[in-house]
T-cell receptor, first 112, second 112 residues
Framework: DVKVTQSSRYLVKRTGEKVFLECVQD?????MFWYRQDPGLGLRLIYF???????EKGDIPEGYSVSREKKERFSLILESASTNQTSMYLC???????????FGSGTRLTVV | GENVGLHLPTLSVQEGDNSIINCAYS??????FIWYKQESGKGPQFIID?????DKRQGQRVTVLLNKTVKHLSLQIAATQPGDSAVYFC???????????FGTGTSLTVIP
């Protein structure tokens, strides 16, 4: 069964900490995405990547960065965590805009 | 904050009844649409898709209808079961675009 695996289901971090969220896919997909999901706001795109070492800003990139050193791995980095980054973070991968995404199970991050 | 009080649209149905979940999309150039199901604590899962050259597509117990004239998409679930309780999202994309755009979702509750 194809999979997108996010390294942590739940994380609690302190304000100001540097936070790494890891995502790995085993489908050889070129495209990978990071979303955050908040009640009433739906899924909002943070960053995406179409290839190794490339990245594009999504709708809400402020306070985040990403890294894609290998095709299968896409990392989301919170340089200095803040309480307004408390959210559910979803990673997805896909082959292109005319095919569906496969999502990971999500990481629920709480910043205290 | 100003987002307090924002709620997902909700739908409650009796077990065994049919459910209809609606979605209005925004881009008349969108030509590919997907419905996702998200159960509590999990990432969204692909249910069914439809391309703009079709107005209806059927899966197992699910049917998607597309009305391009009014930019409306619906998901029909036949004989709704308790396991269908989840949040349902529509997503749109267009050829030459580079991502999907997601609706905020509808929360379906099935009453046994």
């Amino acid at each position: 069964d194809v999979k997108v695996t996010q390294s942590s289901r739940y994380l609690v971090k302190r304000t100001g900490e540097k936070v790494f969220l890891e995502c790995v896919q085993d489908m050889d997909h070129e495209n990978m995405f990071w979303y955050r999901q908040d009640p009433g706001l739906g899924l909002r795109l943070i960053y995406f990547s179409y290839d190794v070492k490339m990245k594009e800003k999504g709708d809400i990139p402020e306070g985040y960065s990403v890294s894609r050193e290998k095709k299968e791995r896409f990392s989301l980095i919170l340089e200095s965590a803040s309480t307004n980054q408390t959210s559910m973070y979803l990673c997805a991968s896909g082959r292109g805009e005319t095919y569906g995404y496969t999502f990971g199970s999500g990481t629920r991050l709480t910043v205290v | 904050g100003e987002n307090v009080g924002l709620h997902l649209p909700t739908l409650s149905v009796q077990e065994g009844d049919n459910s209809i979940i609606n979605c209005a999309y925004s881009n008349s150039a969108s030509d590919y649409f997907i419905w996702y199901k998200q159960e509590s604590g999990k990432g969204p899962q692909f249910i069914i898709d439809i391309r703009s050259n079709m107005d209806k597509r059927q899966g197992q117990r699910v049917t998607v209808l597309l009305n391009k004239t009014v930019k409306h998409l619906s998901l029909q679930i036949a004989a709704t079961q308790p396991g269908d309780s989840a949040v349902y999202f529509c997503a749109e994309s267009f050829l030459g675009g580079n991502q999907f755009y997601f609706g905020t979702g509808t929360s379906l509750t099935v009453i046994p």
